[in-house]
């Protein structure tokens, strides 16, 4: 059983930037992490996925903005989100499929095995 905690969430001035941060605990060995969010009246979308190995992949709608890494000695995955627009409001999610891997369609969360609570994001002036 994988147990996620995220946090970092708040409210930022459109250009602004974030880090939210994805606590995992339970049964930790060779996970991988992905982001996601999702928008009232909106299906939650993948926003990144980060392997094991730390091998990455992003959404086109963030990529050059956003930033996933992690560190596995503190079973910590972090999504670093700069120059943030209104549309990038939404609860975002860090969920694991209970492998080492990002699924083949890792945008899908059905992929996802294991969510956490959710973090608030929201830009706006």
């Known amino acids: 059983q994988l147990h996620l905690v995220e946090s970092g969430g708040g409210l930022v001035q459109p250009g602004g930037s974030l880090r939210l941060s994805c606590a995992a605990s339970?049964?930790?060995?060779?996970?991988?992490v992905g982001w996601f969010r999702q928008s009232p009246g909106k299906e939650r979308e993948g926003v990144s996925c980060?392997?094991?190995?730390?091998?990455?992949i992003y959404a086109d709608s963030v990529k050059g903005r956003f930033t996933i890494s992690r560190d596995n000695a503190k079973n910590m995955t972090y999504l670093q989100m700069n120059s943030l627009k209104p549309e990038d409001t939404a609860v975002y999610y860090c969920?694991?499929?209970?492998?080492?891997?990002?699924?083949?369609?890792?945008?899908?969360?059905?992929?996802?095995?294991?969510w956490g609570q959710g973090t608030q994001v929201t830009v706006s002036s």
């Open positions: 339970g049964f930790t060995l060779d996970y991988a």
């Open positions: 969920g694991s499929p209970g492998y080492w891997h990002c699924p083949t369609n890792w945008y899908m969360d059905n992929e996802y095995f294991y």
């Open positions: 980060i392997t094991y190995g730390r091998s990455k």
